[in-house]
């Protein structure tokens, strides 16, 4: 039978993740901010604890994925948190997308006592979280990466050990960048070919077979169009990860001006009470710039 694995954080990519462990034959001891759905894995054969520390008592290899560095920081460092109870040898991966400085902290406050770590974000957004088929991005010591890689083969399809700790978290910040200027260009095409009067479905059928070809419109085309924004990745969490990605520039004299202003489009949305949507709704902020609704006959 499979090692018993801790699992920390039950959110929109957390839940999918947990049950392809389950169903891979790990066995799962599950805490969650919010009880339900601990109790929703429980109900199919979970293990709950009370707290971060219940479940260091328990396992030898804790995963985390939670929304933010402090999240990260109190889970591990915190009261009751896992510092208090993993023994040395034990593993910390953390799946979450955080600060590098947040990565490091925890890295050498676990390793000062003997317990190893590896920050390992991950893309994909729910649906590859659903289908095990997330890409992720490994920090840490090599040994460790070779520990955990039969984890990460359930849950992902493109696994890169990318560097020593930290380096997981920067190339995420990278990751979210990329993501979000295609959802900025996508949105901008689709306004911009509508408002002009072409059907935006030819849009995105011709787009998704040329050169402008991406998962944004493998992915979001159809929903976008549709206007279905039911969050798989939220606004306000992209909106997060751009601040990683700016605060990573400055620190390496980097200028990161596109990425500034799709961050500043997203601030606008949160302001307005949009953060709960999925990122793909950045497409009605460039429909209000517009004053036009994408499909909308003029």
Known sequence: MAERIGFIGLGIMGMPMARNLMKAGYELVVHNRSQAAVDELV?????????????????????????????VRD???????????????????????????TTLEVHQALAAKGVHALDAPVSGGDKGAIAGTLSIMVGGDATDFERAKPIFEVLGKTIVHVGAAGAGQTVKACNQIVVALTFEAVSEALVLGSKAGVDPEKIVQVLSGGLAGNKVLELRGASMLARNFQPGFRIKLHRKDLGIALDTGKSYDVALPVTALVSQMFASMVAHGEGDLDHSALLTHLEELANHQVGQSE
């Open 75 to 101: 889970v591990v460092l915190g009261e009751d948190g896992l510092i208090d109870s993993m023994d040395a040898g034990s593993l910390l991966i953390d799946m979450s997308t955080i600060s590098p400085v």
């Open 43 to 71: 109900s199919e054969g979970a293990i709950p604890a009370a707290s971060p520390s219940a479940i260091a008592l328990q396992t030898t290899v804790i995963i985390t994925m939670l929304p933010d560095s402090p999240d």
